[in-house]
């Protein structure tokens, strides 16, 4: 499905310092890891940087996260294979990218129409055909797929989306940013015979989740 040749060593160089060294375990997050091109999702005035451990940005404002905090929070969904899962905040489709890797299905939103037209373009020249994108506000989910066994977050939210919970399926598992606009604790959300537990990890910062469930425009 993917050319893997083109860069990998960079890739094999990235997830042993950036990712293992780290702590990251898990065995499925790593391959995918290791076979996603990255450089293919960042602009190519930056592409030399494809590799290195900090966020680039991707236009608009927004940012392509650093690759340790994308195979953090992917480890963090605890993916087996066949899940379907959320993401909120498409940006480049990197994370896109690794998650419809590790599981069944991906619904993706993103309320900036000319990210997810690029997105599109490299997932499918990619060959993944597991994903579904849409433009608009992810703050309130999606519902009409809904319940999701995963639900992920790259934008920081004042708290957890009331929507995105009622969304996410039993025993499913939500990775969140939560805090201020410039910044945040990222946060795992679980749901387990009804209820909602919710556990504070790291600090973090991302850029701000906007829309009727997160910051105000």
């Known amino acids: 499905m993917i050319q ?3 860069s990998k060593s960079e890739r094999e160089r990235m997830v042993e310092k950036q990712i293992t060294a780290r702590g990251v375990k898990d065995k499925r997050v790593i391959e995918a890891m290791l076979h996603v091109p990255r450089h293919v999702f960042v602009e190519s005035v930056y ?3 494809a590799y290195n451990d900090y966020p680039l940005p991707v236009g608009h404002g927004q940012t392509i996260s650093q690759p340790y905090m994308v195979a953090v929070m992917t480890e963090l969904l605890e993916l087996k294979g066949d899940e379907v899962v959320l993401e909120i905040g ?12 590790l599981c069944s299905k991906v619904y993706t939103i993103e309320r900036i129409a000319e990210l997810t037209k690029q997105a599109r373009s490299r997932l499918e020249n990619l060959g993944f055909r597991n994903v579904s994108f849409m433009v608009g506000d992810g703050s ?4 009409e797929y809904a319940p999701y066994n995963g ?4 934008a920081g939210a004042p708290d ?3 929507s995105l919970i009622e969304q996410l399926a039993e025993n499913g598992r ?14 795992v959300v679980k749901k387990h015979k009804g209820r909602i537990y919710r556990k504070e990890l ?7 989740l906007l829309g009727r469930e997160g910051w105000k425009e």
């Not at 639900?151 to 790259?154: G, K, L, P, R, Y």
């Open 90 to 101: 498409t940006g480049s489709g990197y994370q896109t990218a690794i998650l419809a890797f």
């Open 151 to 154: 639900i992920m977050i790259t």
């Open 202 to 208: 790291f600090e973090c910062t991302f850029v701000p």
């Open 160 to 162: 957890v989306p009331n």
């Open 47 to 49: 592409r030399h940087q």
């Open 140 to 143: 309130i989910g999606w519902s």
């Open 174 to 187: 939500l990775v969140i940013p939560i805090g201020s606009e410039y910044y945040q604790v990222l946060n």
């Open 4 to 6: 893997v040749n083109e």
